[in-house]
């Protein structure tokens, strides 16, 4: 037995700060007996040789070996102290902390959670938010990130700003201003580990329990399951055509201290945010005093029609969140996004993620920022355009062939994937579920719009979900003549 190697796995150095040693050696032994490491009946070290491999006082050793046999967690024999059984122990809460069924378990606010749309086992045909992976230039990154690490400064092996590396603060902004219209520059920047964890930082920084978030309604199940985490109260507002549409009666009733919007194309319906809204919501959410917050996470793909500037640049120092994240224009795994926030946040923000987050990973950071500044960015992006675009166009044709009597096709201008909306609701009526569990258990991931309903069921949006990043176009019409079927027999 290592001595040192136990000491140091049960002591806590934050809890003991100010401990004798004594004290912190007493601590560290409870604890291994209570956890098992030092099981009934083993034998201690002599207390001459334990303060020997410990480099400290004899007597510190006996003290606290004395105080364990007070406790009853040690017994002594002619040849030194043996740990009790179990049974012998005086103290039975020790027997009650070690059974397995301790009661622990979920608090009552991750109960309500729903899971995230992306799960790793939902990858089959159609899954939404899945960028075409086989196209990433992976040798082109390795390349980048080899020299990056042939380079990297031991400074870059310690913790990180917790606002992220300033040079891929900087290339982000760059490209934000030029291809986003997004107004910022570097300092208002910061970069998370992905718009799920973007999304819990605003959630906690920005607001505080029992306060009110919008969510589109059919809305983003991660945004969801951030808000109701933070717990705050989550009300959706109502999507249509246009994007979110909220009445005067909610702002009125339903002060929000969070807004949470997909402008550029809403999730999951695909609707794009006309102008005069976006400048309405700005307008509105300035009065209310709340924070919008604008998650931009598939614009770059804009296949109809000229770019929409992003909400956050719309107006001067307008009260936008603005979220973007890599897992689309790049790939999932990589788990690097940012938030940009009002100038006059920046300072409070840096503030609380200095005091919270210790970040690492600066050179998957700095092989980013090579691969932005370098023009690879704007490269792969164009590449993805032209694929997506065709993809989405043999998408299109196929629905179209195969199910244009029953569904029309929306958001299909822009993004990764595009909603199909059962003509007759009433028909229809939440069959979009059961059409989406049976089509999974084919291996085609269609998850349906109403899944996406935050609180009670309506039937404006019933549909699915069709993402078309990922699947070959040659594979497209089959896959959607195997949905078709399985449509036109749930009506049967
Ligand atoms: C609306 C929306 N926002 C953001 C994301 C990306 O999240 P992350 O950056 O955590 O991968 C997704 C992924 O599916 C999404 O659908």
């Known amino acids: ?103 622990a378990g979920l608090a009552k606010r991750a109960l309500g959670i729903m899971p995230l749309p992306v799960a790793a086992d939902l990858c089959g045909g159609f899954a939404p938010g899945v960028p075409a992976l086989a196209h990433f230039p992976v040798s082109l990154w390795r390349r980048l990130s080899d020299r990056t690490w042939r380079s990297i400064d031991t400074a870059h092996l310690g913790y990180a700003n917790a606002a992220g590396e300033m040079v891929l603060r900087c290339a982000i902004a760059d490209h934000l201003r030029a291809s986003r219209g997004v107004d910022c520059d570097a300092s ?19 607001a505080d329990v029992g306060d009110k978030v919008w969510l589109e309604n059919p809305g983003y199940v991660g945004a969801h399951s951030a808000f109701r985490a933070a717990q705050l109260k989550v009300i959706g507002i109502k999507v249509d055509d246009d994007g979110i549409a909220p009445t005067s009666r909610d702002w009125l009733t339903q002060v929000p201290k969070l807004i949470y919007v997909t402008p550029s194309h809403q999730y999951p319906t695909g609707s794009v945010l006309g102008l005069a809204r976006r400048i309405d919501l700005i307008k509105q959410a300035a009065l209310a005093g709340a924070l919008i917050i604008e998650d931009d996470y598939d614009s770059e793909f804009r296949h109809d029609g000229p770019p929409i500037a992003a909400m956050q640049g719309l107006v001067e120092n307008a009260p936008v969140l603005y979220l973007g994240t890599f897992s689309k224009s790049l790939f999932p795994a990589l788990r690097i996004a940012y938030i940009v926030v009002p100038k006059n946040l920046i300072a409070a923000l840096a503030s609380l993620v200095g005091k919270s987050t210790l970040r690492g990973r600066s050179a998957d950071q700095l092989t980013l920022a090579s691969f932005l500044r370098e023009g690879h960015f704007s490269l792969h992006l164009r590449r993805m355009r032209r694929l997506y675009q065709k993809r989405r166009d043999v998408l299109v044709a196929a629905l179209d062939d195969a199910l244009g009597d ?7 201008s822009a993004g990764m994937h595009l909603a199909v ?21 084919q291996g085609i991931v269609v998850p349906a719009l109403s899944a996406h309903l935050v609180g009670k069921r309506q039937h404006g949006w019933c549909g699915l979900m069709l993402g078309y990043a990922q699947v070959p176009e040659e594979q497209i019409p089959s896959l959607v003549n195997k949905l078709a079927k399985i449509i036109r027999e749930s009506l049967t």
């Open 188 to 206: 208002q920047v910061f970069i998370t580990d992905g718009t799920q964890s973007s999304l819990d930082l605003c959630a906690h920084a920005f």
């Open 406 to 412: 029953l569904v029309s096709i929306h958001g299909h």
């Open 421 to 441: 909306r059962f003509r007759d609701t009433e028909t229809f009526a939440l069959l979009d579920e059961k059409i989406s569990a049976q089509a999974l258990e």
């Open 1 to 103: 037995m290592d001595y040192q190697l136990l000491i140091s796995r049960y002591s806590n150095p934050s809890e003991q700060v100010g401990w004798s040693a004594q004290r912190r050696l007493h601590a560290c032994l409870r604890k291994a007996i209570q956890h098992g490491s030092l099981p009934a009946g083993s034998r201690l070290l002599s207390s001459r040789v334990l303060a020997h491999e410990l480099g400290i006082a004899r007597n510190t050793v006996v003290y606290a070996y004395e105080q364990l046999v007070a406790e009853g967690f040690l017994h002594t024999d002619r040849r030194g102290s043996v740990v009790m059984k179990l049974a012998d122990m005086q103290n039975s809460f020790i027997s009650k902390e070690l059974r397995s069924d301790h009661g």
